[in-house]
């Protein structure tokens, strides 16, 4: 629960190897809700060395990676994500811009209370009442409360809770984690849900975040002051930096504001390692609705129902471009600033295609329930670096990833199947290897069809540790046959064994780890209709990241579809002729040139 800034969090020691998160959109927020509360679902308060209560090496998590140690003004020890997050003013409802650890209503301005960690002048103070937040943080409120009431401390505390998908409308509606007075920086300059002057374009971001746009849009400081600011802050308390990931916005203004962070992190950082999540959100962008576009002063002045469904068919023609084009900048950005880039979408084409199928029922419009999908890929494929017992490092992931395109490709299975009934891990590895219907990947970048095999794949799979993963003896001699994966000693052996089969790639990385995905609240309830919470509730996980052929198609496609159209009238004094054609012969080279990988 939210109530533990009074106890050590195992495996919490600072200790180097840091990686710094940045959230760059309303979206990537959804994800990084998600992504947190997964870290903060396996942590254990009450000392120790250990990250884990699991006995098994390979479910050790070392949090420092992602986490810093801090304190309140009281002494008590805070664990905080390293993470600056980004978005919009009216993107968030009940969560004070100061934080909740570091000073609170009750002990007066809680603005005085943070000088300590941030210039309170500098503060932008968010306050909203109790009956603002959803139903999941109130019920987190009293559990808190039944935790903290004597009364109470020796009996069964109820919590568990079944989350309204419907209800999860801004993405710290269920964050259970708290954050730093530093994290989140509202952007003042643009609304949230604003369908006449919408933020949906690349170059509105990217102008905003210009080192020479002085015009004061955050926390009382130009946007570029306040990223250089956090950042210089993070990397000053890091032992030594790893790098940085990055959440982004691909499809709206947020891919701007991401391209200037990228390049200010490859001026300032240049051997520090980036990647970079290129998040599609799964409707429109930022709450866009076009039939609210007759909102418009200039539309209610007219009688014209012709003038009106013209012009807002060019408002969804105009949106749809501009988070093409977006992307197609994002990509441009990362390919500069040696960033790798992986973009994420459940649909299967850049524009329209069809949503992906899952072996569950996603909402295909909620950004709450598509970005849990992401935030599991997202977490499975990075979590071995940061086990305990890594034998790589964010560094070694960037560097096994970087190519001329500088893109790469994710795909994911959740649930992997489960090793019941029977059931054995080396059966799920021979459907697997068969290309049984039960058992399929799912492409998250759209464009990716694994019909080629890559140059290099990291392959991991999450939630298989110390119970049988080969049949015994007697089972054998019934089945009168052993396959391969038989033979296996142990899941790291299968897992080789099946991607050296396969061919996964020329080049792969096979890791695993015994720590499962936590899905329980507040995680949708795709497998959790009882409303267990945390990690309480688990599913195994597999993800593929590759570089190579397949990708190399989808940077085509990208590249394809940003050509054909008509960009003159965009054009302007950030974003001239001679910019875009440049931008237009590098994606052609880059493609060109990459037609024998």
């Not at 609170?104 to 210039?119: E, F, R, T």
Request: proline letters at 4%.
């Amino acid at each position: 629960t939210h109530t533990h800034t009074h106890t050590k969090e195992r495996g919490m020691e600072q200790g180097g190897q840091e990686i710094i998160t940045l959230q760059v959109g309303n979206f990537s927020n959804f994800v990084g809700a998600h992504f947190w509360n997964e870290q903060e679902a396996w942590f254990e308060y009450g000392g120790g060395d250990d990250a884990s209560t699991e006995n098994n090496n390979s479910a050790k998590v070392k949090h420092s990676h992602l986490f810093r140690v801090g304190e309140t003004h009281s002494g008590d020890q805070t664990y905080t994500p390293r993470v600056l997050s980004f978005d919009l003013s009216g993107s968030v409802r009940g969560l004070k811009q100061e934080g909740e650890l570091y000073g609170s209503s009750d002990q007066g301005d809680p603005s005085l209370h943070i000088g300590s960690v941030w210039d309170a002048s500098r503060v932008d103070v968010i306050q909203h009442g109790q009956d603002n937040q959803s139903q999941y943080m109130m019920h987190l409120a009293d559990v808190d409360q039944q935790i903290n009431n004597k009364l109470q401390q020796h009996k069964q505390i109820e919590d568990t809770f079944v989350v309204d998908s419907a209800e999860m409308v801004c993405w710290n509606d269920y964050l259970r984690t708290f954050l730093h007075p530093r994290s989140l920086n509202i952007i003042k300059t643009y609304q949230h849900h604003d369908p006449v002057h919408t933020f949906d374009s690349f170059w509105q971001g990217k102008h905003l975040i210009s080192p020479s746009n002085t015009s004061i849009s955050c926390n009382g400081m130009s946007l570029f002051d306040v990223l250089e600011d956090g950042i210089r802050w993070y990397i000053e308390e890091c032992d030594s930096a790893q790098g940085f990931q990055i959440f982004a916005d691909a499809d709206n203004g947020f891919s701007g504001i991401c391209g200037g962070v990228l390049e200010h992190l490859h001026d300032e950082f240049p051997r520090k390692g980036i990647l970079c999540f290129g998040l599609h959100s799964p409707d429109t962008s930022l709450g866009f609705d076009p039939e609210q576009a007759l909102t418009s002063q200039h539309l209610l002045a007219t009688d014209n129902e012709e003038l009106v469904e013209a012009s807002v068919s060019q408002k969804k023609r105009d949106h749809r471009n501009n988070r093409l084009r977006s992307a197609a900048n994002l990509h441009y950005e990362c390919k500069n600033n040696s960033a790798v880039y992986v973009p994420l979408s459940t649909h299967s084409a850049f524009q329209g295609g069809e949503r992906r199928k899952f072996s569950f029922n996603v909402d295909g419009k909620s950004l709450y329930e598509t970005a849990a999908l992401f935030s599991s890929a997202i977490d499975t494929v990075t979590l071995p670096m940061r086990l305990s017992n890594a034998d790589f490092s964010f560094g070694h992931l960037i560097s096994s990833l970087h190519s001329p395109l500088e893109m790469a490709g994710l795909s994911m299975l959740l649930p992997f199947p489960e090793t019941e009934g029977g059931m054995y891990l080396s059966d799920v590895f021979t459907d697997l290897e068969e290309g049984k219907k039960n058992v399929e990947f799912v492409p998250l970048t759209p464009h990716l069809d694994c019909v080629n095999t890559p140059l290099f794949s990291s392959a991991t799979l999450r939630g298989f540790g110390d119970e049988p993963i080969t049949p015994p003896y007697e089972v054998l001699q019934k089945r009168q046959k052993a396959t391969k994966y038989d033979r296996c000693v142990d899941v790291d052996d299968m897992l080789q064994t099946y991607c050296a089969e396969t061919k996964l790639a020329d080049k792969f990385w096979a890791k695993t780890s015994s720590r499962r995905l936590a899905v329980g609240s507040p995680f949708p309830s795709f497998f959790n209709p009882t409303g267990l919470k945390g990690s309480n509730l688990s599913v195994p996980v597999m993800t593929t990241l590759e570089v190579g052929h397949n990708v190399l198609a989808v940077a085509k496609q990208l590249k394809d579809a940003f050509v054909k159209m008509k960009h003159s009238h965009i054009l302007n004094e950030h974003f001239e002729e001679t910019e875009l054609m440049q931008m237009i012969q590098q994606m052609e080279d880059m493609v060109s040139n990459n037609d024998e990988m």
